[in-house]
């Protein structure tokens, strides 16, 4: 039997024979973020367990949790600076990877420094070279692999479920229409027709929440497997025969898939979203562009007053027309390419983040010592960067291309 390949690596302790961790929660960098890594419920099990948690002054106070909430649980105020110095692992929502203010957080780190938080390591393999050079220990909130044992700790699809359901809510507020049907004294008013693409979590919470407003939803996904499960929440199945082979990868993320099946996929499709109100898509890749679904032929094919949510804006979109944090209106066609959705509902969206944080760092951290078991399939699947290198297969390749 092949002894399993694990570091145990003792984070820095303030005093000797201390076992406990310095967890330190910054207030967020990123431009516009409203949420926050931890909230107060998850101090108290975490001073418990016999940690230190500092705290930024105002980093909760969008989400709804003022620094009094905090104290009150134990944490400690901590100027950012100060908080940075002190603290052995720092939670975050947005790490120095895909964030604009990246750098100035990536200055503060140090060696030996535990990071956690949603870094972007497959499209901003330069920052990941940069937490590699610094000596951090980077752990990447949208890596975590999508197994049983990791379900509470996948932030990916925690943020997906909001934005999945603002998408609907934004649809509904543009349409210029009734999601649905009406019998009135003026006459009968036909629900409105919505179609998701994509059933993932995302979509299937667009689904649940379209459905609910009294839409008629139509749904599809290249993964035939999730037809029950659109079906099981009042949507119809749209068929498209194209054989999309193995739509997903081992962590349960999506596949790129070849640009002629992208191509059937739009042909097979354009009659049905020319038929609908609303078309909501969810389709993203890990790393690469957004694949292209909707064509601005596809667009001028719809009815003037339809909306289209473009939930891939991020990574280009979905639509061909959709330009990330900005409305297009293209031949009475409202497109939306909304950004960072998750921080638009910061109260709830942080306590659901905050949950997967807590497990995540249950799973790693045990009476003060960071064990790494490179054998295990989460640990292989969220460590980035470590010892001074990019540990991760798929990042390291990703950063020599």
Sequence with gaps: MTARRQVHYPLP???????????????????????????????????????????????????????????????????????????????MVHGPGGNPAGADDLALLREGQVVVGFLDPLADTDAMRALAARGVTALAMEM?????????????????????????????????????????????????????LGAGVAGLQAISVARRLGGVVLANDTRPAVKEQVMSLGA???????????????????????????????????????????VITTAAVPGRKSPVLVTREMVERMAPGSVIVDLAAEKGGNCELTR??????????????PVNLPSELPVHASQMYSKNIQTLLGHFVKDGVLTLDFDDDITKGTVVTHGGAIVHPAVAQAAQA
């Design 324 to 337: 990330a944090g900005e409305i297009v209106v293209h031949n009475g066609v409202t497109i939306l390419g």
């Design 13 to 91: 302790q303030p005093g000797p024979g201390d076992k406990h961790v310095i967890i330190g929660i910054p207030k967020e960098s990123f431009p516009g973020e409203r949420r926050v890594a931890l909230v107060p419920a998850a101090i108290a099990p975490l001073i418990k367990a016999g940690n230190t948690v500092l705290i930024e002054p105002g980093a909760g106070l969008e989400a709804g949790c003022p620094d009094a909430a905090y104290t009150e649980k134990g944490a400690q105020l901590a100027a950012r600076s100060e908080l940075f110095a002190r603290a052995e692992l720092v939670a």
């Design 144 to 196: 975590v692999p999508r197994i049983t044992r990791a379900q509470s700790m996948d932030a990916l699809s925690s943020m997906a479920t909001v934005s999945g359901y603002l998408a609907v809510l934004r649809a509904a507020s543009v349409l210029p229409k009734f999601f649905p049907k009406f019998m009135t004294a003026a006459g009968s008013i036909a629900p409105s027709k919505i179609f998701v």
């Design 236 to 278: 119809k199945f749209v068929e498209v025969p194209v054989d999309a082979g193995d739509a997903q990868d081992a962590g349960g993320y999506a596949k790129a898939q070849s640009d002629d099946f992208y191509r059937r996929q739009q042909e097979l499709m354009s009659d049905t979203i020319k038929g609908c109100d609303v």
